[in-house]
């Protein structure tokens, strides 16, 4: 097999993670350029000080995961591409 080989277990933590953060990667639209909570959240983790505490969200994670499930045949594969090249 080419490129990425697929792994059942790493496409079951994937699917997971989406479940568990999913809502935080939908996209806003009250929000600038519709972004998602998740993505407001990466920015502000990005941009505070490091003595700063504050909600942490992993975007290229939660991007990777899609393209993970995405990988392994999902019947939405497509949609979950474009959603993970709008995070």
């Known amino acids: 097999e080419r490129g990425f080989p697929r792994d ?6 994937a699917q997971e ?5 999913g809502p935080a990667m939908e996209v806003d639209g009250n929000a600038a350029y519709g ?3 998740g993505m407001r ?3 502000g ?5 490091p003595n700063v505490e504050g ?3 992993c ?6 995961a899609l393209w993970v499930i995405a990988r392994h045949d999902h019947p939405d594969r497509r949609n ?5 090249s709008f995070l």
């Open 41 to 43: 959240q990466f920015l």
């Open 17 to 21: 993670l989406i479940q568990q953060h």
């Open 55 to 57: 909600e942490d969200f």
């Open 8 to 13: 059942m277990d790493l496409a079951v933590t």
């Open 80 to 84: 979950f591409l474009q959603h993970a």
């Open 45 to 49: 983790t990005c941009n505070r000080p």
């Open 59 to 64: 975007l290229y994670g939660m991007a990777s």
């Open 35 to 37: 972004a998602s909570l």
